[in-house]
């Protein structure tokens, strides 16, 4: 399972990136959504580098980002009580179910995108115009991710 951020803006977004990044379903910095590790979704990953941070994502900071950040519509908190309605008994249950199958979110009616705070304490020391492989935060970062999102939630 892969997390991909979005760490910058719209401005100056080359046309082909921004309907990548509609793809995707990054419309916003500060964006997170869950994706299925295919050849085809790295590929899309690949060409808005530029733009956007990923890695994989582990079952604890899974467990917490949908505790914290998961929304039903009508921007309402997914809560204990609406995941036992559809047969679900805990967050690590559900957590299991999505790392297997990201569609479990779509057939839950849990919208897609997480919308994260900016990271305390900011990106790294590079800034966001960097590769994360020479300081900065975008590309790819493999585990580092989770330290990224605990710090985004």
């Not at 956007?52 to 899974?62: F, V």
């Not at 309402?76 to 979110?105: G, P």
């Not at 919208?111 to 800034?127: A, H, L, N, Q």
Request: aromatic residues 6%.
């Amino acid at each position: 399972m892969i997390a991909c951020i979005r760490v910058r803006g719209t401005v100056n977004v080359r046309q082909d990136i921004e309907t990548t990044l509609k793809l995707l379903r990054l419309t916003r910095a500060n964006h997170l959504v869950l994706l299925p590790e295919k050849k085809d979704t790295i590929k899309m990953l690949q060409k808005a580098k530029d733009y956007i941070t990923w890695g994989e994502i582990n079952k604890e900071t899974l467990i917490k980002l949908l505790q914290k950040r998961a929304r039903l519509p009508g921007n309402k908190r997914l809560t204990l009580e609406y995941l036992k309605s559809h047969q679900i008994n805990s967050f690590e249950e559900l957590a299991d179910e999505v790392l297997k199958d990201v569609k479990v979110l779509e057939r839950l009616n849990i919208k897609p995108v997480f919308r994260m705070r900016p990271p305390s304490k900011g990106y790294e020391r590079g800034g966001i115009k960097k590769s994360f492989r020479v300081g900065g935060a975008l590309g790819y970062r493999g585990e580092k991710i989770n330290d990224l999102i605990s710090r985004m939630l």
